[in-house]
């Protein structure tokens, strides 16, 4: 069988990055028929999940005195605090009821160590903890990544610089990601997926 070469890499199309979830990103739920329809043009499909046990550090309501979008200084750097949400097995965690999973070979479920955020699909905030994806990539011979999903400017953008550190062909499909936009985080994650060498269409 013919190596595969391309994933579409799916990110956290969950229901709380949706209207009505705990950290709705505006318009979330609308890539999804995209996201759908872009599946069958690649040999893999690799969903993620953020998945965080109750309590997680990430959130605002495990630091007394702190709101949600704040900030914090956290041992591997400064975190952004996030209302509670994707807390494993919830409602909010679950992918949205109308992305279709079933064409997918992998979901990689990232944030689940109480301690640290993990945005990105392929490394724990602390940039040093993998999450197991470049394994699973290379020993599949993938070399190029199309990137969708939520939110742009942190868990897709983060992806999208890993990767192309890593040393994938990395595309990030912006017409069918949508963005959380806190204070220019957009504009910011744009010009370093720019500077990483990730391809922005
Ligand atoms: C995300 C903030 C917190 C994301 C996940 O998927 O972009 N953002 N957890
Ligand atoms: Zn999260």
């Not at 009821?97 to 392929?122: E, Q």
């Not at 993998?130 to 990539?137: N, Q, V």
């Not at 912006?174 to 010009?191: E, F, H, K, V, Y």
Request: hydrophobic share 40%; with cysteine.
């Amino acid at each position: 069988m013919r190596d595969a070469t391309e994933a579409l890499i799916v990110i956290d199309i969950q229901n709380d990055f949706c209207p009505g979830g705990a950290l709705a990103v505006v318009d979330g739920d609308a890539i999804v028929p995209g996201v759908n329809g872009l599946m069958a043009e690649f040999d893999a499909v690799v969903l993620t999940q953020d998945w965080h046990p109750a309590g997680h550090s990430s959130f605002a309501s495990s630091h007394p005195g702190q709101d949600p979008f704040g900030m914090i200084e956290m041992p591997y750097g400064t975190q952004v605090l996030w209302p509670d949400h994707c807390v494993q097995g919830s409602h909010g965690a679950a992918f949205h009821d109308g992305l279709v999973t079933d064409p997918a070979d992998l979901v990689i479920r990232k944030g689940f160590r109480p301690g640290v955020d993990s945005y990105s699909a392929f490394f724990e905030n602390d940039k040093t903890t993998p999450t197991g994806l470049e394994g699973y990539l290379r020993t599949r011979g993938i070399t190029r990544l199309t990137m969708v999903g939520l939110a742009t400017d942190f868990c897709v953008a983060y992806s999208a610089i890993d990767g192309a550190n890593l040393g994938f062909d990395v595309t990030v499909r912006r017409d069918l990601c949508r963005a959380i936009d806190l204070d220019g985080s957009l504009a910011a994650a744009t010009q370093q997926m720019e500077e990483a060498g990730v391809t922005l269409l």
